[in-house]
């Protein structure tokens, strides 16, 4: 009779377990790749995107500035016959990146209203500057020219301004300010386009006025109040504080004698009293332009 035994061995039992192992770091590194650095990639995309559409808008602030500041007509426009003369304009690239460029012009010119007090000589001046912006928007993103600033509302967080307006505002002694304001609106139809090609942003000016005309040696204004209506409050706010405090006015309970208020949110209002608290006289030198624009979006 033949006898047989079996011999234990362990050793296919840990090159399994190897395999095992293996295939768990395998695992958990793509895991990890896909939790972690997916995002992190798709992140770092749309700051990237975010950054070249906010480089576009600022160029575009530098044509349409170049366009309104520049030596704009040689007869004034508003006397001209010919209906078809065409002012200067230029033309801007845009980079959709698979976002949307959009147009929103408003219907309606700057308007200045103006109060004569009893006081002689003594105004309350409101200028309403109405809405119309263009939009870059990207996922939970936006990039925006409003009003002659450019704006960035990231997803979260409150919007900042990357870029002020054409809006001065300071101190020429003690009791006196100067607030010189440029508005520029948009004329054109409401249009976008979107996908990931490129688009032009055609401006061109169309008409420029001097509302309030500047005059550098007598304060014209007491109490002026600035109303923007805005889907940013926050960035003219915080533009605002800024400009006004440099100018060395504090902020101040609304139609206070001197100082500040800002309140609302749309309208935005901006109330300035200047510095003088004698006899409420004058003491704000005010100038105010609007240039308007016509805008193609292609």
Known sequence: ????????????????????????????????????????????????????????????????????????????????????????????????????????????????????????????LTIIIPPGSITYMADQERIVYENGAVIRKYERGAPMMLSNPLISIYKIDYNNITISIHAISLNGTLSSVGGDGKAWIETRLVSYNQTIQPNSTTPNANNTYINITSAYPEAWTAF???????????????????GYNISG??????GIYGNWNFGNKNDILLSLYESRLDVKVR
Do not use: H, Y
């Not at 605002?240 to 001197?258: C, I, M, R, V, Y």
């Not at 949110?265 to 901006?270: G, S, V, W």
């Open 1 to 124: 009779m033949i006898k047989t035994s079996m011999i234990r061995s362990d050793k296919a039992v840990s090159e399994i377990l190897g395999m095992v192992m293996l295939i768990s770091i395998m695992m958990l590194v793509i895991g990890g790749i896909l939790l972690a650095g997916v995002p992190m990639i798709e992140s770092g995309k749309s700051r990237a995107r975010m950054e070249v559409a906010a480089n576009s808008f600022l160029s575009m602030q530098n044509d349409i500035e170049e366009v309104v500041r520049g030596p704009i007509w040689i007869k004034d426009p508003s006397t001209e016959t010919n209906i078809n003369r065409l002012g200067p304009s230029r033309e801007t690239e845009f980079e959709l990146m698979g976002g949307m460029l959009k147009v929103l012009p408003n219907r309606t010119n700057i308007s200045e209203k103006s109060k004569t007090l009893n006081i002689t000589n003594n105004k309350n």
């Open 240 to 258: 605002f504080d800024e400009k006004l405090q440099g100018a060395g006015l504090k902020k101040s309970p609304k139609w206070n004698a001197t």
């Open 265 to 270: 949110t749309r309208p935005l209002e901006i």
